[in-house]
C-alpha cells in the first residue's frame, strides 16, 4: 500500500461544476501540500496544510489530522483548472522530503 | 524574484552515458530537493541537501549522485545511464530545512536512448 493514496485517479467535469480530490496518508506528517501540473511538467505549489482549512481563490484544501486525510476543492471549475493535482506528504520536521500520491488528472470541459 | 531555474531543459544521451544536471534555486533559498518522475512510478525524492550537506536520500542506486555548492546551486550526477533512466527530473527549493512552501523548476527531461 502506498503511504499517500489520492481518488480518484481521473476526473472529468463539466464548467462551473464543485470537484473534490481526496488524499490519506499513512505516514507521520510535518505538512501536506497540494500542488498542480500542467502538461509540459512545470510544478505549482497550491497550499501548504499543517491544519485546518486554506483558501485561495477558487481553490479551498482542507486537512484532519486525525484521519489522516484532506482534500482540495475547486469550485465553479474552469477549463483552465484542467491539469493533473498531486498530493505530497512532508515528513518529519527538518527534511523537505515529499512523498507524492499518484496524482489526479482533472479535465473540465466548456 | 527569479524562480528556480534548471539546465537544460531536454536532453538525449545514450545507454552508458553519464549526465549532470544543474539546478539553481531562488534567491535567499538553501535548500534543494531533487526528484524524479516516471509515467510508471510517478514522482520520486531522489535527494536533499540543505548547506551543502546531503540530509537525506531516496531508494536510488548509488548511480546517482548529487551535491550543492556553497552558493547553493545544485548538481545531480547520473552515470552509466539506463534505458529506465528516462524521466523529467525536477529539483525544488525552499527558504530552509523547516515546513516550507517548494518551488519547483520547469525540469529537465532525459531521455536515454
Known amino acids: 500500500k502506498n503511504e499517500v493514496e489520492q481518488s480518484p485517479q481521473n476526473l472529468t467535469a463539466q464548467e462551473g461544476e464543485f470537484i473534490t480530490i481526496n488524499c490519506s496518508y499513512s505516514?507521520?506528517?510535518?505538512?501536506l501540500h497540494w500542488l498542480q501540473q500542467h502538461p509540459g511538467g512545470g510544478i505549482v505549489s497550491l497550499f501548504m496544510?499543517?491544519?485546518g482549512k486554506k483558501k485561495h481563490g477558487r481553490l479551498i484544501a482542507t486537512i484532519n489530522i486525525q484521519e489522516k486525510h484532506s482534500s482540495l476543492h475547486i469550485t465553479a471549475s474552469h477549463p483552465r483548472d484542467s491539469a493533473v493535482y498531486i498530493c505530497?506528504?512532508?515528513?518529519?520536521?527538518?527534511?523537505?522530503?515529499?512523498?507524492f500520491g499518484t496524482g489526479t488528472r482533472l479535465q473540465v470541459f466548456p | 524574484k527569479a524562480g528556480v531555474t534548471q539546465t537544460p531543459r531536454y536532453l538525449i544521451k545514450t545507454r552508458g552515458q553519464q549526465v549532470t544536471l544543474s539546478c539553481s534555486p531562488i534567491?535567499?533559498?538553501?535548500?534543494v530537493s531533487w526528484y524524479q518522475q516516471t509515467p510508471g512510478q510517478g514522482l520520486q525524492f531522489l535527494f536533499e541537501?540543505?548547506?551543502?550537506?546531503?540530509?537525506n536520500k531516496g531508494n536510488f542506486p548509488g548511480r546517482f549522485s548529487g551535491r550543492q555548492f556553497s552558493n547553493s546551486r545544485s548538481e545531480m550526477n547520473v552515470s552509466t545511464l539506463e534505458l529506465g533512466d528516462s524521466a523529467l527530473y525536477l529539483c525544488?527549493?525552499?527558504?530552509?530545512?523547516?515546513?516550507?512552501?517548494?518551488?519547483f523548476g520547469p525540469g529537465t527531461r532525459l531521455t536515454v536512448l
Open positions: 525544488a527549493s525552499t527558504l530552509s530545512g523547516t515546513t516550507n512552501e517548494q518551488f
Open positions: 505516514v507521520g506528517i510535518s505538512a
Open positions: 496544510l499543517s491544519s
Open positions: 505530497a506528504a512532508q515528513g518529519v520536521r527538518g527534511t523537505d522530503k515529499l512523498i
Open positions: 534567491s535567499g533559498h538553501r535548500s
Open positions: 541537501y540543505f548547506s551543502e550537506t546531503q540530509r
